[in-house]
Nanobody, 122 residues
Framework: QVQLVESRGGLVQAGGSLRLSCAAS????????MAWFHQAPGKEREVVAA????????YYADSVKGRFTISRDNVRNTVYLQMNSLKPEDTAVYYC???????????????WGQGTQVTVSS
C-alpha cells in the first residue's frame, strides 16, 4: 500500500512562487514514478509534471515548462513541485500521484494524494 500526503497549497499573487510537497509512505514507493496533476473547476484533470523513480527523467506540460520544476528526494520519499512565475490560469487543485511507470493520464496512476488548492490572484 502507498499513501501520499500533500502539503497545503495557498493563495499567491501572479508572478509569485509556491512549493508543494508530497510525502509518500509504503515499502515500494521509492521505486515509483511520481507526478503532479491539476484540475480546475469544470475541467479535466491534467498532468503538470512527472518524474522517474531515479529522478533523471522529467516531463512538463507545455503550459508550465520553464516555470515549474519537479524533483524528488528518495531518502525522504518526498516529491516536490516548485512553482515560479505563477499565473491565474495555474489556479486549480493539485494532486500528487504515483505509479510503477510514468504516464500522462490519470488512469495510469495507482495512488493519489488528497489534493491541495492553489489559487493565483491577478
Amino acid at each position: 500500500q502507498v499513501q501520499l500526503v500533500e502539503s497545503r497549497g495557498g493563495l499567491v499573487q501572479a508572478g509569485g512562487s509556491l512549493r508543494l510537497s508530497c510525502a509518500a509512505s509504503g515499502r515500494t514507493v521509492s521505486t515509483y514514478a511520481m507526478a503532479w496533476f491539476h484540475q480546475a473547476p469544470g475541467k479535466e484533470r491534467e498532468v503538470v509534471a512527472a518524474i522517474s523513480w531515479g529522478g533523471a527523467h522529467t516531463y512538463y506540460a507545455d503550459s508550465v515548462k520553464g516555470r515549474f520544476t519537479i524533483s524528488r528526494d528518495n531518502v525522504r520519499n518526498t516529491v516536490y513541485l516548485q512553482m515560479n512565475s505563477l499565473k491565474p490560469e495555474d489556479t486549480a487543485v493539485y494532486y500528487c500521484a504515483a505509479a510503477p511507470v510514468a504516464g500522462q493520464t490519470p488512469s495510469e496512476y495507482n495512488y493519489w494524494g488528497q489534493g491541495t488548492q492553489v489559487t493565483v490572484s491577478s
